[in-house]
């Protein structure tokens, strides 16, 4: 029986910025477009490892705080504002969240809400 490097953990951290970079990516042929989108999903993903310890997709809706992408974007984006307040303009913040609504299928706009 053969034995794959995720159902031994070696990929787990992995999975989260794995599958938001195949959402969020496809369709996109701008290489710097692309740089970026993978850029702000690694803090992305980094931070949700971090702050909920969120490796997995399936680990958000486990999560009592943040049981929804959408729950979980908006603690980042609370995130982002509170720790960059002086640094990060709101366009800014705009452009660090657009890969990651993107990878989950939200539309910005009720990202918000």
């Keep these: 029986m053969r034995i794959y490097p995720w159902e031994e953990g070696l990929f787990a951290v992995n999975l989260l910025k794995y599958d938001m ?3 969020a990516l496809n369709g ?3 290489d710097e477009t692309i740089k970026q989108y993978k850029q ?3 803090r992305f993903a980094d931070w949700a490892k971090k702050a909920y310890h ?3 997709q399936r680990d958000i809706v486990k999560h009592p705080e943040v049981d929804t992408p959408k ?3 908006q603690k980042y984006e609370e995130y982002l504002e509170h720790e960059y307040k002086k640094k990060l303009s709101p366009s800014a913040i705009h452009t660090y969240l657009a890969p990651i609504c993107r990878a989950f299928h939200i539309d910005m706009k ?3 809400d």
């Design 28 to 30: 996109l042929t701008n």
């Design 21 to 23: 970079k195949q959402s």
């Design 110 to 112: 009720c990202a918000a």
């Design 54 to 56: 969120i490796r997995l």
């Design 40 to 42: 702000h999903i690694d």
């Design 71 to 73: 729950k979980l974007i």
